[in-house]
């Protein structure tokens, strides 16, 4: 059993940055892709960015050149680094591990709004 608990939301002006991490527990991190998604009030849930397992990234058009993703194996942790934040960003974030075999695991998310 995974357990993932995502914390470094807030609220954050435009324009600014937030530096979001996930924690995770049991034995599967290193071996899993982790995805950052988020959902905005009355919309779908879309995906942020990815790293896979070697490292590899991805990210959304809508962050593309705003946001970083990392991962720390040793820590079980990972990271997404938002800059440039807009008040479309305002959602709610949520980490999730896709590993080889199995399903997806979930957080329970983490608030970002970005106003004035």
């Known amino acids: 059993q995974v357990g993932l608990v995502e914390s470094g939301g807030g609220l954050v002006q435009p324009g600014g940055s937030l530096r979001l991490s996930c924690t995770a527990s049991g034995s599967i991190f290193s071996s899993a892709t982790m995805d950052w998604y988020r959902r905005a009030p009355g919309k779908q849930r879309e995906l942020v960015a990815g790293?896979?397992?070697?490292?590899?990234?991805y990210y959304a058009d809508f962050v593309k050149g705003r946001a970083t993703i990392s991962r720390d194996n040793a820590k079980n942790a990972g990271y997404l680094q938002i800059n440039s934040l807009k008040p479309d960003d305002t959602a709610v974030y949520y980490c999730?591990?896709?590993?080889?075999?199995?399903?997806?695991?979930w957080g329970q998310g983490t608030q970002v709004t970005v106003s004035s």
């Open positions: 790293i896979t397992r070697g490292g590899s990234t």
């Open positions: 999730t591990l896709d590993p080889p075999s199995g399903s997806r695991t």
